[in-house]
T-cell receptor, first 115, second 112 residues
Framework: AQTVTQSQPEMSVQEAETVTLSCTYD???????LFWYKQPPSRQMILVIR??????QNATENRFSVNFQKAAKSFSLKISDSQLGDTAMYFC????????????FGTGTSLTVIP | ETGVTQSPTHLIKTRGQQVTLRCSSQ?????VSWYQQALGQGPQFIFQ???????GRGNFPPRFSGLQFPNYSSELNVNALELDDSALYLC???????????FGSGTRLTVV
């Protein structure tokens, strides 16, 4: 079974500053994807960034980057130059690439960007 | 390109009743998944359909059932509603392959 743990229920950051959200996971699989999703008050889950486990290079999408430590089973999200629109719930998620039929989500981190 | 549309957006039902939630997949997507998100929790996988066949199910009782239609739209049916079924129900569709899923905005179900 796969589990995803987010140990920071709430975080805040000043606008334009940098913040890092933590995520750890447990799996016996070798071939998988990791994701960070954002859920604003509109409730729609929006993909922020995706990492393929077989790739050593950390994924980057504009202001968003990850620190993927496969041996430690750690997958943190760094948001640079935080903007007010980044205020949302952030979920870390795992998907087995072999079956590819379900996400395993963490419990989320509520991020507030302070003006 | 249309996104994923879910209806209704909000719903209130009485314990013991039955409910049907609907999802219209993104154009070109043949795979649909349903998730239950309780308040303050991450989404939990209910099941997935691929080309009208169920191809994965999470730890939910049989009173949670689904359908996928030839146009790849989908329904989630829940019988004998319980208070704990109160949650946000999310639908996500994909064309497969690169595992890019598009989520809808969900249906907020309240069971009283």
């Amino acid at each position: 079974a796969q589990t995803v743990t987010q140990s920071q229920p709430e975080m805040s950051v000043q606008e334009a500053e940098t913040v890092t959200l933590s995520c750890t996971y447990d799996t016996s699989e070798n071939n998988y994807y990791l994701f960070w999703y954002k859920q604003p008050p509109s409730r729609q889950m929006i993909l922020v960034i995706r990492q393929e486990a077989y790739k050593q290079q950390n994924a980057t999408e504009n202001r968003f980057s990850v620190n993927f430590q496969k041996a430690a089973k750690s997958f943190s999200l760094k948001i640079s130059d935080s903007q007010l629109g980044d205020t949302a719930m952030y979920f870390c998620a795992f998907m087995n690439r072999n079956t590819g039929n379900q996400f395993y989500f963490g419990t989320g981190t509520s991020l507030t960007v302070i003006p | 390109e249309t996104g994923v549309t879910q209806s209704p957006t909000h719903l209130i039902k009485t314990r013991g009743q039955q409910v049907t939630l609907r999802c219209s997949s993104q154009s070109g997507h043949n795979t649909v998944s349903w998730y239950q998100q309780a308040l303050g929790q991450g989404p939990q996988f209910i099941f997935q359909y691929y080309r009208e066949e169920e191809n994965g199910r999470g730890n939910f009782p049989p009173r949670f059932s689904g359908l996928q239609f030839p146009n790849y739209s989908s329904e989630l049916n829940v019988n004998a509603l319980e208070l704990d079924d109160s949650a946000l129900y999310l639908c996500a569709s994909s064309s497969g392959g690169d595992y890019g899923y598009t989520f809808g905005s969900g249906t907020r179900l309240t069971v009283v």
